[in-house]
């Protein structure tokens, strides 16, 4: 069973910058698009950002301008550069590679790595 494998969370300041990585344990096939989510204490998973496999991607728009999301297709990894964080970013940052083969679709989620903003 293939895992996808975070990293970059930490503790950083009001205004600081952090860089999430995921990159899966194994070969993943038939990417369609891979993206970021995050889920704040006491509040359900929300979307952050995707990026197809053509390159375009997508913020929410509590993030546009301050995030930026990019992936290697060839190796199935995904990155999420945030600058200028706040406090309300703090979360655990979930990434999710979503394949589509014949019809069929599937998600592959990573474990979460945790981002904490101090104000």
């Known amino acids: 069973q293939v895992r996808l494998v975070e990293s970059g969370g930490g503790l950083v300041q009001t205004g600081d910058s952090l860089r999430l990585s995921c990159a899966p344990s194994g070969r993943i096939l038939h990417t369609k698009w891979m993206g970021w989510y995050r889920q704040a204490p006491g509040k359900q998973r929300e979307y952050v950002a995707h990026i197809t496999t053509g390159g375009s991607a997508n913020y929410a728009d509590s993030v546009k301008g301050r995030f930026t999301v990019s992936g290697d297709n060839a190796n199935n990894t995904v990155y999420l550069q945030m600058n200028n964080l706040q406090p309300e970013d703090t979360a655990v940052y979930y990434c999710?590679?979503?394949?589509?083969?014949?019809?069929?679709?599937?998600?592959?989620w990573g474990q979460g790595t945790q981002v904490t903003v101090s104000s």
């Open positions: 999710n590679i979503h394949i589509e083969y014949l019809g069929d679709e599937h998600a592959y």
